[in-house]
């Protein structure tokens, strides 16, 4: 474990704006099983402890990420709000909803990016980009690997072009398990979810909690053919059928939702760790 005697986080209000990822689906809070909590909030938990071991106040903290929403949504809807709150720290994390679509512009979509980027460390404040993760296992998502590759190439240039810092998903080889991912194959469990919070304070240039972040899991046997047949055919059913629908109907997941802690805060109270899934139910199927 981090030793919480070393000097404190120096940032004191940070914002996450994005999408899905962000908000959190589908980590169930512990403390309000009626909204998530997700990386972004454990990583405002950590840093945050570590201050208030160190001495000095809580960190504040807001999330204004909504699920579904594409990256220009963020850029227009959640920047200008982000930048008044006047923090010193920003995740921002967007673009993979846009990268699903296959007719996007990867280079005028990375261009958005680093104006944004350009404008927020215009404010004084550090900036927390993220790559997107490798599809390489996912039958469906697979599809959109290259853009993801080109978009990742992106986003580590606009880091070193304006001293920004990277949280590298496509690097985490624990997310190429199963077990990471929910029921949808799209977003991350709560043990995920705690797993990317420590890669994003290795992104940050800081120690994580445990050197073992990123080890994988326990292999489990592999999956016979008609159980995975038959786990697909409830996936399709139950989660790319009503994708699709929202799609071809113009609507997203996210339509009507407001940000679920649209103002900064203080991050107190103890932190409540990811139940372990060594052992756990077999994970099935694809990313897609």
């Known amino acids: 474990m981090t030793d919480l005697s070393t000097p404190a986080p120096t940032w004191t209000r940070y914002v996450a704006i994005g999408d899905s990822f962000t908000e959190g689906l589908w980590d169930v809070n512990p403390d309000d099983d009626a909204r998530c909590r997700g990386w972004a909030d454990i990583l405002a938990v950590r840093l945050s402890s570590r201050r208030t071991a160190a001495g000095v106040d809580p960190l504040e903290y807001a999330n204004l990420a909504i699920r579904g929403r594409l990256l220009g949504p963020i850029l227009t809807d959640q920047l200008p709000t982000a930048l008044a709150l006047e923090p010193n720290l920003v995740s921002l994390v967007g673009g993979g909803n846009d990268i699903l679509r296959p007719t996007i512009d990867v280079d005028h979509l990375a261009d958005r990016l680093e104006a944004a980027v350009v404008e927020l460390r215009a404010s004084g404040a550090d900036v927390l980009l993220s790559t997107g993760m490798n599809p390489v296992d996912s039958a469906l998502m697979r599809r959109t690997r290259h853009r993801v590759g080109i978009f990742n190439s992106y986003v580590w240039s606009i880091a070193r072009r304006h001293d920004a810092q990277v949280l590298d998903l496509w690097g985490m080889q624990s997310l190429r398990d199963w077990r990471m991912w ?79 802690r649209p103002e900064l805060g203080p991050v107190e109270g103890p932190f409540a760790g990811p139940t372990p899934v060594d052992g756990g139910s077999r994970a099935t199927g694809s990313a897609g």
């Open 182 to 260: 929910s029921e949808d194959r799209i977003h991350l469990t709560t043990e995920g979810h705690a797993r990317v919070a420590q890669a994003a304070l290795v992104g940050l240039g800081l120690e994580p909690d445990d050197a073992a972040w990123d080890d994988p899991l326990t292999p489990l046997p592999p999956v016979p053919r008609l159980e995975k047949a038959m786990s697909d055919a409830v996936w399709l059913r139950e989660h790319v059928y009503p994708w699709a629908t929202r799609r071809l109907r113009h609507r997203s997941s996210g339509d009507l939702r407001t940000p679920k």
